[in-house]
């Protein structure tokens, strides 16, 4: 199984170098019959992961069991797990089968394992050492074969040290360990997040979708989204019901957002120079028009290469954003090359130097600071370094502390 192929049938958004780090590993452990850790904070997909692992290892034709261990009491966390013998405790009343069990030949998920009871942490231990077990009220030894991955949102190592949380368990548990990127840390999938949600929920829900504008998703960009994708997918449901099929614009991002709009001093726009005639001003926002156009073009081509937008499908272009035209380009696209735009305003150009142009200005005008210039290009720190290296822009860039 390739990546695409893993990404359509799981769910997981996302072209960024993070994600498909994570992919790759994925691939990698998917076969190999260990145990795995997967870690990262609340809302990054993490049962994603755990499903894709699943689906490509040998059990993948046998169930997949997920057990959320923090929503289980501490009461009758083993009984659960591990299943009861008829008459163990008030209230049962026959032989019950616990998650083990049910899972046997296949997989049991065990989420958000740091909050298991240290008691239950020695009988799972046991089961990944020898796969035996026995029912609560029971002294006859059962055997389940069950591949385990765990995940959580704490960090073990610190619960070990407190003796919260089992060393010996710990070490059995991460033979590899996968930690999902925080939706910040892989800014650049944003885009491609927005439209995956807007267009599954309004089609599910029949609601009429026109859109996000390329201000408002770089508005969203800047967002901490300290929930991650179960945030952003929250968000643009809730969003797209309260404006009622409307185009979404920075002031609704804003007003959604709770953030207030007087004495806002973030500057979303590109930087233009004032002192410069009127000819330069105008090629100035012609280049910031066909960035943006760019930056559209790209979601675009990512949407539809990860099989998000079937293009053969008339029934769902309907969904798809229509742009508005913001502004009258001089000059007309060559028929042999349809990169490559002619005009007086702005001459010869291609969207490569373009692009290159408007990063060398952006880090110009911001001192050479690359934290704030991919903060005001809408772009990830790391994708701007990539670039810069690729177009070998500048040889030393810092890197700020804001």
């Known amino acids: 199984m390739d990546k ?22 994925v691939l990698q452990v998917g076969p190999v019959d260990i145990s795995v850790l997967i870690t990262g904070e609340s809302g990054t997909g993490k ?24 929503a289980i009491p501490e009461g009758i966390i083993e009984s659960e797990l591990f299943g009861h013998k008829k008459g163990a405790y008030t209230g049962a009343g026959a032989d019950r089968k616990g998650y083990f069990e049910t899972a046997n030949k296949g997989t049991i998920f065990l989420d958000e394992i740091g909050e298991m009871p240290m008691d239950t942490q020695v009988k ?12 609560v009220g029971d002294s006859k030894t059962l055997y389940t074969d069950v591949r385990v991955i765990a995940a959580t949102n704490k960090r073990l190592e610190e619960l070990v040290r407190k003796e919260h949380f089992r060393n010996d368990l710990f070490y059995r548990l991460k033979t590899v360990t996968i930690d999902v990127p925080l939706l910040r840390e892989r800014i650049e999938d944003l ?13 599910e829900n029949d609601i009429l979708y026109r859109g996000f504008m390329p201000e408002a998703v770089r508005r969203l960009k ?49 930087p233009i120079p004032v002192n410069q005639s009127p000819e330069s001003a105008e090629r100035e926002l012609i280049l910031r028009q066909l960035f943006l156009l760019r930056q559209d073009v790209e979601s675009i081509k990512q949407l539809m290469s990860g099989g998000l937008i079937p ?16 502004i009258d380009l001089p000059g007309e696209i060559e028929q042999h090359n349809p990169h490559s735009i002619k005009g007086e305003a702005i001459g010869d150009t291609n969207l490569q130097n373009l692009e290159k142009e408007l990063i060398v200005r952006t880090l110009k005008f911001h001192n050479n600071n690359r934290r704030a210039a991919a903060k005001t290009l ?22 700020g502390n804001n």
């Open 378 to 399: 809408g772009m990830s720190e790391r994708t701007l370094y990539r670039k810069i290296n690729e177009y070998g822009i500048a040889p030393k860039i810092k890197r």
């Open 124 to 135: 799972v231990l046991r089961v990944l050492e020898s796969g035996e077990f026995m029912r």
């Open 191 to 203: 885009s491609v997040l927005i439209e995956r949600f807007a267009l599954q929920f309004s089609r």
């Open 47 to 70: 049962e994603l992961i755990a499903k894709a692992i699943h689906g490509t290892s040998r059990r993948a034709q046998n169930e997949m069991v997920t057990v959320n261990c923090g």
């Open 311 to 326: 293009i053969n499908s008339s029934a769902e272009i309907e969904h798809f954003p229509r742009r508005e035209r913001a």
């Open 222 to 270: 800047q967002h901490d989204w300290p929930g991650n994708i179960r945030e952003l997918k929250h968000f643009v449901e809730s969003i797209l019901v309260l404006e009622k099929g409307e185009r979404i614009t920075t002031e609704m991002v804003d007003k959604h957002l709770g953030i207030s709009l007087q004495g806002t001093s973030a500057n979303t726009q590109l």
């Open 4 to 25: 695409n192929r893993l990404q359509k049938q799981y769910g997981i958004i996302g072209h960024s170098e993070m994600i498909q780090q994570v992919l790759d590993l």
